[in-house]
Structures are given as structure tokens and as C-alpha cells.
């Protein structure tokens, strides 16, 4: 049964496609997952993937991938894929198709040609700019060719790019995402996402061992969306959320959901941006 709580990949036992009631989408989200393997080139502590190991995603089975999303798209539209009385109305709609799933897409030697076959489906489907296409990342890989192009194909298709920054501090990203890194170089690679597709900086905040984010790492936030403004930038908002599913990785203990208030009290510092769409889902 398809939930917000419930994001298995499994569920309907394909390889690459997966749906998903998405709570930042809005609506059924259909998934296209290209790390069946569970690689990612970074380890966040509270991602919902089992097993999850360092990697990259493998060779792609094109033949596969355009089968199960044709499929999957003619049970939507066409067929009886809902439980009346479980889903309401209004989830029920495409919202978008995204490439996420069990790693980073964009590890992906073939990223381009996805997108591109995403293309050729939804215009068989009569559904380009109907549905959005969305590229959930974190950044790390678009200096490469490969992707650039992808996203290019991407701005022409409806496509946005949603873009993690988890913190935007040389300590706090080594710690939530496991990687070294600092707000400067998010800042580089941000700039040439926006550049080639509309982006958004995604944002998970939680608490850890029962304690909110600190105000050091608040801060930091805060600079380097002042940064992303004073640069000009051209994000088009911010899609902050909390832990709705509980991590599969060892710090899972010590991470659990921030209350719905300090989200309210988020929202309230973050009215000086006035140039961002703030979407925020507690």
C-alpha cells in the first residue's frame, strides 16, 4: 500500500521504477532509481537506504528502464493502480518523475542517455510539461560532462534539480554527509546547476542525540544563502524537511525528528530571503 511513511523500492518488484507519495511533491511521485546497487559516493547518516555501501551506479539496462516506466505510466493513467478508500484525490496526480532512488544518480556513466529516454517516454505519453522531471543530487557530480548534459536536456522538459545542502560548514558536512567538503565549493557547484536547469537547494534538518542543529551551523546557513544572493545566484527557493523515516545507518539511534515549532521558528528567520520559494515539511 502506497504511504508518505513507506518509500520501499521493492514494492513492486522491479528493478528501476518505484512510486512514491511524496510529501514535498504532493502527489505520487514515480522514481527512477539507477543505484539498484545501493552505491553512493556519500554516506549520509540519516538516508533510509539498507545496506547502503560507497560506489557508483552500474551500466544501465536501457531496454529494462524504458519497459518498467512505459508500463508503469499505462497503470497510472490507464489502469486501476489506486486503493480508493487509502489515497486521497489529490495524491493521485503525476506530479513528477524523479530521478533519486538507492545512491547518487549522477554517479551514473550514463546520465545523459536516461534523460534522454525520460524525453522520448513522456512524449509518447503526451505528457512533457505536464510532468515535471526532477533530479534529486547532491551536487557533487556536475562538473562532469556527462550530467551537464543531462540537465541541459532536462531545462528543456519541464526539469529541475533539487540540490542537498545539509550544512553548509566543512564539520557539519563531514559529519551528516560523510564527505569533505565546505559551503564554498556547494556554493561552485550550485552556481553551474542553476546555470543549466532551474534548482533548488534541499535541506534535511533533524536532531541529534535529542538536540536541534547548533546555532554555529545555523549560521552557516544563513551566510551562505546571503552568499547565493550577493553572487546572483539563480536558485528558485529552498525545500527544507525533517526525518519522516527512520535512518538505516548506524547513527540511527541518535537521530530523531525536530518538532513542528522549530521549523515555525526556521520559517520566521528565513523571511529576509525574499528572492527564495521557502517550501518547508516538517
Excluded at 505528457?127 to 550530467?147: E, P
Excluded at 550550485?190 to 551551523?217: G, V
Excluded at 544572493?229 to 525536530?258: C, F, H, M, V, W
Aim: with cysteine; net charge neutral; proline share 4%.
Amino acid at each position: 500500500m502506497l504511504s508518505t511513511l513507506n518509500h520501499d523500492r521493492n514494492k513492486l518488484g522491479l528493478t528501476y521504477i518505484y512510486p512514491v507519495l511524496s510529501r514535498r511533491s504532493g502527489g505520487l511521485s514515480i522514481g527512477i532509481n539507477l543505484n539498484p546497487n545501493n552505491a553512493c559516493n556519500w554516506r549520509c547518516i540519516y538516508c533510509q537506504v539498507p545496506e547502503l555501501k560507497r560506489g557508483s551506479a552500474p551500466l544501465i539496462n536501457f531496454d529494462l528502464l524504458g519497459k518498467e516506466l512505459r508500463c508503469f505510466l499505462s497503470d497510472v493513467i490507464e489502469g486501476d493502480f489506486y486503493d480508493a478508500e487509502s489515497v486521497p484525490d489529490k495524491l493521485r496526480m503525476i506530479k513528477d518523475i524523479a530521478l533519486s532512488g538507492n545512491g547518487e544518480p549522477t554517479t551514473s556513466s550514463e546520465f545523459d542517455q536516461v534523460v534522454q529516454l525520460i524525453n522520448m517516454i513522456l512524449n509518447e505519453f503526451g505528457l512533457i510539461n505536464s510532468v515535471n522531471v526532477v533530479l534529486i543530487t547532491n551536487g557533487s557530480q556536475i562538473n562532469r560532462k556527462v550530467v551537464q548534459t543531462g540537465l541541459k536536456t532536462m531545462a528543456k522538459i519541464n526539469g529541475e534539480v533539487w540540490f542537498k545542502i545539509d550544512s553548509a560548514s566543512r564539520k557539519g558536512q563531514a559529519f551528516i554527509n560523510q564527505v569533505q567538503g565546505s559551503g564554498l565549493d556547494s556554493l561552485k557547484r550550485l552556481k553551474l546547476s542553476a546555470e543549466l536547469c532551474p534548482t533548488y537547494i534541499q535541506t534535511c534538518f533533524f536532531a541529534w542525540k535529542d538536540r536541534p542543529p547548533s546555532e554555529h551551523e545555523l549560521k552557516s546557513y544563513f551566510s551562505l544563502l546571503e552568499a547565493i544572493e550577493l553572487n546572483a545566484i539563480p536558485i528558485k527557493g529552498l525545500k527544507i524537511y525533517g526525518i519522516a523515516r527512520e535512518s538505516q545507518q548506524e547513527e540511527a539511534k541518535d537521530i530523531s525528528s525536530l518538532p513542528s515549532y522549530w521549523f515555525n521558528d526556521l520559517e520566521e528567520k528565513l523571511k529576509r530571503f525574499e528572492n527564495f520559494d521557502i517550501s518547508i515539511t516538517p
